[in-house]
């Protein structure tokens, strides 16, 4: 198994062995969703209407529960200096801890997401549209989170400076992949939203290990 | 024995100027050690022994100078230069949701020298065959380090960098690991160790204390007073 997979090995192992981490988040999400309708009353078009965003800010929001997972054990264990010493260039490490906590956190709130928007009365037509924005923006939130993650190993309350850092960098995601959603309740055309988010996903692939993994070094100095 | 893998060469460092936090650690430090040789670092806590072993490990980039590897500088291939190297730091990056076991493997397997044979007999020299399958988090502080110090044994990395290998341990796994140092000496292999206390590395190991390099003279070569 080469470095960069068994990284990713690791990760999906430790994940497992500590579920709660990943049930946490997840409960999360679903619980804050589930907040809107009990706290809207019964009005489902204005459901319908905020449904998009409120699915996509809350997954925002657990997804920033989940970040100080990166690295924050790691460095605090001494592991994070024995997976630089593993040979593995240190974005490339990034890119391995970003696929991992996507597979963790991205993929499971890809899958809950059409769920949950039931409860908020989305338009019929928007589901697929939803999961699309999910699988192309996640991914996003997962490499910027890493970045985040990476800048603020060691630091006090890590976990709020995090987000700090990442939330307003995700506001292009969120702003294409709401209108997306939206366009396809309205029966309109999703293309363009979605080219934009693919753009974006395409562009942090090879930018945010980069800079996560000159992060690191920092870290490690 | 394990085989080395890649081969030992000869590591020198050269005028190794480091600060930490903008405050001088050591300056003018030069070590050189060949194959089958072993360097004890010593002195007083504090003394920036850590720093030396994070030095030629590059974890640390010093602020003048450079180490060497059969006089290539390391800085030059990271990769390549991590490959040679087993380090333990003073934490044993040990997971407590593992068991010691596969502690061991998946830290191996991330540095591609997962090599199921060594690591049974690295288990067998520290004497850990009967702690292998609990999870690290029930281990006591030195059943913790020699897991950790298995994972080093089992390497097959030329050059063994060591931090206060000992602490916590025992009596008998003390020896064990200086039966390990032995072997790993005998087949060509490298060792610094970091440590206060009497490990015997075997005939012919050298001393430095990097508290005898005090700064002379500030970054810009004013000098100090």
Redesign the interface.
Known sequence: MSPFLAVIARDLRLARRQGTDIAMTLAFFVVVVALFPLGLGPTPELLARIAPAVLWVTALLAAMLSFDRLFQQDSEDGGLEQLALSGLPLSLLALAKAVAHWLTTGLPMLVLAPLLAVSLNLASDAYWTLVATLALGTPVVSLFGTVGAALVVGARRAGVLVALIVLPLLIPVLIFAVSAIEAASAGLTIRVHLLFLGAILAASIPLAPLAAGAALRQALD | MTELSPAPGRLTATDIAVARGGRPVFAGLSLSLGPGEALRLAGPNGGGKSTVLRVI?D???PLKGAVRWNGTATSED???H??R?A?L???????S??TAR?NAE??L????R?NGAALDRAFDLLDLQRLSDLPAGWLSAGQRRRVALARVVASGAPLWLLDEPTVGLDAASVSALERAIAGHRAAGGMVIAATHIALDLGPGDATLDPGAFSWTTDVFGEALV
């Not at chain 2, 730091?89 to 997971?95: N, R, W």
């Not at chain 2, 397997?109 to 591609?112: E, R």
């Open positions: 490990a974890l640390l980039t990271p990769s390549a991590s490959r190297i380090y730091g003073h934490a044993d990056a040990l997971k949701a593992l596969e998946t830290m397997s991330v540095a591609g997962n």
